[in-house]
């Protein structure tokens, strides 16, 4: 129990010192965690509801509520683009906890994972007011919303253990994750429906770990449906998978850290 107290202590640390690195002499400080998701709303609905006039699928829909659909799609994929473009550099740049030998190492891909989760929550709070704003209520199926990114943060922490070791070895790794978050926003349905994809294509949008996760966040904040229970267990099962595998990986991949670093 004192070493998992220990861990946990360190974990929030970590995650104090991320966000104090993040804001580190601003003027507003940490108000910038709100007022920058606040502006992208502001933006999505100026640029693509105002000056595109663009519409979400068929069907009659304010400006208002395309800026709200776009927004939880972009929440969903900043959340994944954070963790996956920061993980292969967390080892390298932590370098001086890797020769203390009483330092859990594992527990830093997790501070970078909280702290990015953390901000995503701070934009679902933007979007809760907005709904407010806009309905004069916050639907209360928004409270599904922990259950529907349990699993999505589970593969995040395999996803960023796994590439965070493989970091230390292989430098390119780094080059990589960019296009690869650049390439999965395009092949989610962020900017637009599952339902304008071609048949065809459809298959490798469900392959997209974001489709289904942005499709249920959609469901319980926009419109307060229930998740679909059986798309989340099977989900859930992949993600568990994928953590446990990048986990083992991380463990097995640390022991030669110190040589490379």
């Not at 593969?155 to 430098?171: C, E, P, Q």
Request: aromatic residues 16%; proline residues 5%; contains cysteine.
């Amino acid at each position: 129990m004192k070493l998992y107290n220990e861990k946990l202590r360190l974990l929030i640390q970590l995650i104090k010192m991320d966000w104090i690195n993040r804001y580190q002499g601003s003027y507003v400080g940490f108000l910038w965690a709100f007022l920058t998701p606040l502006f992208s709303l502001l933006v999505y609905t100026l640029v693509f509801g105002v000056f595109l006039q663009a519409k979400w699928g068929s069907g009659s829909q304010s400006t208002v509520d395309f800026a709200l659909w776009l927004f939880v799609g972009i929440v969903v994929h900043g959340l994944f683009a954070e963790v996956l473009t920061k993980s292969p550099q967390l080892i390298i740049q932590n370098s001086n906890y890797v020769t203390k030998v009483v330092f859990p190492l594992i527990i830093i891909p997790l501070s970078n994972l909280l702290s990015a989760l953390i901000f995503a929550l701070v934009s679902v709070v933007v979007l809760l007011l907005a709904l407010w704003m806009k309905l004069e209520e916050i639907p209360w199926k928004f409270l599904y919303l922990p259950l529907v990114w349990l699993p999505f943060i589970l593969l995040l922490a395999g996803i960023s253990w796994a590439i965070s070791a493989l970091g230390v070895y292989v430098r390119d790794i780094n080059q990589i994750v960019a296009p690869i978050s650049m390439l999965l926003l395009f092949l989610s349905p962020v900017f637009y429906p599952l339902s304008q994809v071609p048949l065809e294509w459809q298959w490798l949008f469900q392959l997209n770990p974001l489709t289904l996760i942005i499709e249920q966040s959609r469901a319980v904040l926009i419109f307060s449906q229930t998740p679909d229970w059986q798309s989340l267990w099977l989900y859930t099962v992949g993600s568990l998978l994928v953590c446990v595998m990048g986990w083992w990986s991380f463990n097995k991949l640390k022991t030669g850290f110190a040589d490379v670093l």
